[in-house]
């Protein structure tokens, strides 16, 4: 059975990733978001993976989800991190550099 | 098969949006949990069996409870929680989104690019294994030296004192 619709699955939750990044303020509801857009693009990966019959696609798959947990955790080490020194995780408050 | 992916597809979806609007912390860990489950049956459905089940371990298994333990040591307050204040972003991240979405899907639809379905069976676990440690052993590597970075870089930044 052939189809394109995981590719556009993975399409829709990449940009329910962008929007949900530009809209929230939470420092780690932000981080969900990015592994939301890099749960997508494992789905295109694998995805694409199978259309061409070439399984390195699936081996990249397996490296996001190592470069993911390294992301989570540093992520969230700068997040505890932030919430120590101006406790707060609004990204809005977090203006030290005027930006 | 083919109504199982749109079963999935659909659960998976409303699983963002409501990681979208989602008030309290761990509802919103928890729809996310709820993509990512559904991400793995659908990887099921496309015959990467060990993708799906390392999916489950790494993501919904340890990230997961990663995001979780943040969330029960961060106070947040309810304010933190809305959405971001500037009306200007307000305004256009919906739009921007749905731009994104429209234009990826036009060109993936432009290459018309047929996804087969698994009728039954797994991937070859064997040729997996083959390609991360011949052609990918290099990277795999690296891979390796980042986890210790990572890890390395956590605690630095996270702990009180050195």
Known sequence: ?99 | MNISFYIFGALAIMGAVMLLFQKNPVSAALSLLLVLISTACIYILLGAHLLAFLQIILYAGAIMVLFVIAITIIPMRESDLNLIKSPIAKLLAIPAGIILIWELISVGRSFNLQVPFATSGSDDINALSMLIFDRFALQFELISLLLLTGIVGAILIAKRRL
């Open chain 1, 1 to 99: 059975m052939l189809t394109q619709v995981p590719l556009f699955l993975s399409f829709v939750l990449f940009g329910i990733g962008v929007i949900g990044f530009l809209l929230r303020r939470n420092i780690i509801i932000l981080l969900m978001f990015i592994e939301l857009m890099l749960n997508a693009a494992n789905l295109a990966f694998v995805s694409l993976s199978k259309t061409i019959g070439d399984m390195s696609g699936q081996v990249y798959v397996m490296f996001i989800f190592a470069i993911a947990a390294a992301e989570a955790g540093v992520g969230l080490a700068i997040a505890i991190l932030i919430y120590r020194q101006l406790k707060t995780t609004d990204v809005d408050k977090i203006n030290n550099l005027r930006g």
